[in-house]
């Protein structure tokens, strides 16, 4: 019996004949598997061994191609000649070196930690509002929330009574109304529309149109309605225009009525006797809230100030107005009362109120206008401090105020004191370039000046063109003219 053994192993095996016995009555042959302790070459040829330039290269190797996916790609174990051989000769022929500033460039596009998302990555998140719950005091009951519906009556009050075209067309249809008529035929038609203060608008309205007796029917209509009535607006309103019309009965003893009244019916009477030309109770009752200790606003000084100043007579009371007004620190004027009251200290000869004046304006934070920069430089032409007045005209420059016809006519006057020809003429061009027509003192001046300087050809001009502006000179201007001539005649000869 032939018996084959075989055994499993990995390495290859060689077949041997031989026969093994096994007993003595059955003979058995084995048949064994010999193992070799050579490897077998594979069938398939070995690869050659890379040249020395591609075993040591010289150069790092390049960056991978980040357009084709490399775990995609299928790695190959089979070498094919061919392909190494065009690998070999593209090589060859791009074979470059990177510089060292190219790879640095490279390689910190990797260093670093690349922010996820812009801006700031540290943001201090706000602090949450407060809660009312919180803000509301305790053992308090919880308010209710009420849903008001919109009425018709409440859209339509909210729209009226502060609407100054309806409170001007009140004014109108009560204007419009027969002598023997009562305002209680406009005014009780909306009535319910009305709210404390509308009147005042309607009561000044009517005091424009010169008809106090209206103004004041409409102050004892609103008396008898609760919701209109009492209304310190509509009371002063009343009584101004009753002292600007002379309607107003003035008490005997003001010292009661200052100090019954409020602050805002005083200055509201103070403003109509100005307004209506009564100065002389509008000092007394200034004078009476004085004593009193009620201070009025400044305002009402400024207006008095400018009426007293038209009168040469009144200065030694504007003098004492303009020293009670220096001694206030609750100083608050606008614009136009500070340009008011420069104006008459430039006419008393007080140029130290108006550069203080001046001063305080500019501290306060506020811009000067044309019209105080104006008064300014003819305040320090009339001092004779025309260096002084320039730099206010190069401040004006510099800050891109516009000129108007005042401002122009007193800078040409200031460069005919300082006998600036050139700059002179430049304004005169400016003005006329502005579109503003030359007065009769502009002409004047440029006259004098050319005479000044010689230039009879250029006095001829402007005199030509005075005359067909519809000017004709004074005696005085064309005396000098015939004498200048006179003697330029016999110069030549």
Request: include cysteine.
């Amino acid at each position: 019996m032939n018996c084959t053994l075989s055994y499993m192993s990995l390495h290859p095996v060689v077949p041997s004949n031989r026969v093994f016995p096994i007993s003595k009555n059955n003979n058995i042959t084995t048949t064994l598997m010999a193992h070799s302790n050579q490897r077998r070459r594979p069938t398939t040829t070995r690869h050659p061994k890379l040249p020395k330039n591609l075993q040591n290269p010289r150069r790092t190797k390049l960056p991978p191609d980040f357009g084709v996916n490399l775990f995609l790609k299928k790695p190959s174990d089979e070498y094919d000649p061919i392909k190494a051989d065009s690998v070999e000769e593209q090589e060859a022929d791009n074979d470059f070196i990177w510089e060292s500033e190219e790879l640095e460039a490279i390689s910190s596009l990797f260093q670093g930690r690349i922010p996820q998302k812009p801006g700031r990555l540290y943001r201090e998140r706000p602090l949450p509002l407060p809660l009312p719950h919180r803000l509301r005091p305790l053992e308090l009951p919880t308010p209710k929330k009420r849903v008001y519906l919109a009425s018709s009556r409440a859209s339509i009050c909210k729209q009226v009574y502060k609407n100054p075209s309806f409170l001007i067309s009140l004014a109108r249809d009560i204007k419009g109304l027969d002598s023997h008529k009562d305002v209680a035929e406009v005014l009780d038609k909306c009535g319910r529309f009305l709210r404390k203060g509308s009147l005042s608008f309607t009561v000044r309205e009517l005091g424009h149109m010169n008809l106090p007796e209206r103004a004041l029917q409409t102050f004892c209509w609103a008396q008898k309605h609760p919701h209109l009535f009492p209304d310190d607006r509509l009371l002063a309103s009343t009584v101004e225009v009753l002292a600007r019309h002379h309607e107003l009965k003035v008490p005997f003893k003001l010292e009661n009525f200052v100090s019954l009244a409020s602050k805002g019916v005083l200055e509201a009477m103070v403003k109509g006797f100005v307004k209506g030309g009564n100065l002389k109770l509008a000092w007394k009752l200034l004078m009476v809230a004085k004593d009193g200790g009620r201070m009025l606003d400044p305002s009402i000084y400024a207006k008095l100030i400018l009426e007293l100043g038209k009168n040469p007579d009144k200065y030694m009371l504007v003098m004492t107005l303009l020293d009670e007004l220096g001694q206030r620190d609750d100083l608050n004027l606008s614009q136009q009362d500070c340009t008011a009251i420069m104006k008459v200290g430039i006419r008393l000869q007080k140029f130290g109120v108006v550069e203080s004046l001046f001063h305080w304006f500019t501290h306060s934070g506020r811009d000067p206008t044309v019209v105080m920069y104006t008064t300014l430089i003819h305040s320090r032409l009339s001092e004779k401090k025309c260096r002084e007045a320039l730099t206010v005209v190069w401040n004006m420059e510099a800050s891109n105020c516009l000129f108007d016809l005042p401002a122009y006519r007193v800078v040409i006057k200031l460069f005919v004191a300082l006998n600036d020809i050139s700059r002179a003429i430049r304004y005169f061009s400016k003005l006329k370039e502005a579109g503003f027509c030359p007065t009769y003192d502009i002409y004047r001046d440029m006259i004098r000046i050319f005479m000044a300087s010689g230039r009879l050809a250029k006095c001829r001009d402007v005199c030509k063109e005075a005359e067909m502006a519809g000017f004709k000179l004074d005696r005085q201007t064309v005396v000098e003219l015939l004498q200048i001539e006179k003697e330029s005649r016999i110069g030549t000869i």
